[in-house]
């Protein structure tokens, strides 16, 4: 007990622990992810939406339209629900790309590691291409700093693991990976590229978009300027057969790492 005319603090110091316990918990709450909710207990009442049906109308939407044409009031106009319920799910745009990206790998883009680590990247490539090209609009998000999702880190976590039996440590494996996966982004972007510039234009054939664009390619190549150029214009004879260049860009790519790695 304290003395007379001495102030007893320990009530004080109580009070400041617990406000910045709960000025702790505030913050860890705020940097949770939408993962990290989904997992926790739902507390009643819950609405008839899932984060899965989030998930289909955001990725519809947006391979109709494009990922900008995804807003929360979209959303929620596709959903039959009032756009502030959907807060009770998602904080943000950002959590529904999230959400997005995660159903499309999951559903469409998985990994089954094999003892050939050439045949488990040269089929992860391709399942990759295929994915992006139904889903151009990821093409866009990979661009950003990529959310970690659960079946993304799983697909990742896969071709890691196709690594595994090779004399390569981590940093190495993890490169492999990235280099692959860096190489699909950028060849299958030049083949979205291309489809956007033939809706712009409104023409659905390359020779059309070739005819539109004569005019400027004749000048380029009258100029004298650029001979190397000239000669791909004037003797290449695969120029439309995309999966032709992907495959052998591929197969460049996996030879270079074999041949660098030794492995």
Same mark, same amino acid.
């Given at each position: 007990?304290?003395?007379?005319?001495?102030?007893?603090?320990?009530?004080?110091?109580?009070?400041?622990?617990?406000?910045?316990?709960?000025?702790?918990?505030k913050e860890a709450e705020e940097h949770e992810s939408v993962w990290q909710r989904m997992e926790r207990p739902a507390r009643p009442p819950r609405a008839a939406l899932?984060?899965?049906? /989030?998930?289909?109308?955001?990725?519809? /939407?947006a391979d109709a339209e494009g990922i900008d044409a995804v807003s929360m009031r979209r959303l929620a106009e596709r959903l039959g629900v009032a756009t502030m319920g959907l807060y009770r799910y998602v904080r943000g745009k950002d959590e529904v790309i999230e959400l997005m990206l995660d159903a499309v790998i999951g559903r469409e883009a998985q990994v089954e590691?094999?003892?050939?680590?050439?045949?488990?990247?040269?089929?992860?490539?391709?399942?990759?291409?295929?994915?992006?090209?139904r889903h151009p609009w990821i093409v866009r998000i990979s661009t950003w700093s990529g959310p970690l999702?659960?079946?993304?880190?799983?697909?990742?976590?896969?071709?890691?693991?196709?690594?595994?039996?090779?004399?390569?440590?981590?940093?190495?494996?993890?490169?492999?990976?990235?280099?692959?996966?860096?190489?699909?982004?950028?060849?299958?972007s030049t083949d979205i590229g291309l489809v956007e510039q033939m809706r712009n234009e409104g023409v659905s054939e390359m020779n059309e978009l070739r005819h539109l664009y004569a005019s400027r390619?004749?000048?380029?190549?009258?100029?004298?300027?650029?001979?190397?150029?000239?000669?791909? /214009?004037?003797?290449?004879?695969?120029?439309? @057969?995309?999966?032709?260049?992907?495959?052998?860009?591929? @197969?460049?790519?996996?030879?270079?790492?074999?041949?660098?790695?030794? /492995?």
């Open positions: 007990m304290a003395e007379d005319g001495d102030k007893d603090v320990s009530g004080d110091v109580g009070k400041g622990a617990d406000k910045q316990a709960d000025k702790s918990d899932t984060h899965d049906r /989030i998930a289909e109308a955001a990725v519809a /939407i590691p094999a003892a050939d680590w050439r045949a488990t990247l040269r089929e992860a490539a391709w399942g990759l291409r295929a994915v992006l090209l999702t659960p079946h993304l880190v799983g697909r990742l976590d896969g071709l890691l693991a196709s690594l595994d039996h090779l004399d390569l440590d981590a940093d190495t494996r993890m490169v492999v990976v990235g280099t692959v996966s860096a190489y699909v982004n950028g060849a299958v390619m004749m000048w380029l190549l009258d100029s004298g300027r650029y001979p190397a150029f000239e000669r791909y /214009i004037r003797e290449g004879v695969r120029k439309d @057969e995309s999966e032709w260049r992907f495959e052998l860009g591929l @197969e460049c790519v996996l030879d270079g790492i074999a041949a660098r790695l030794g /492995i």
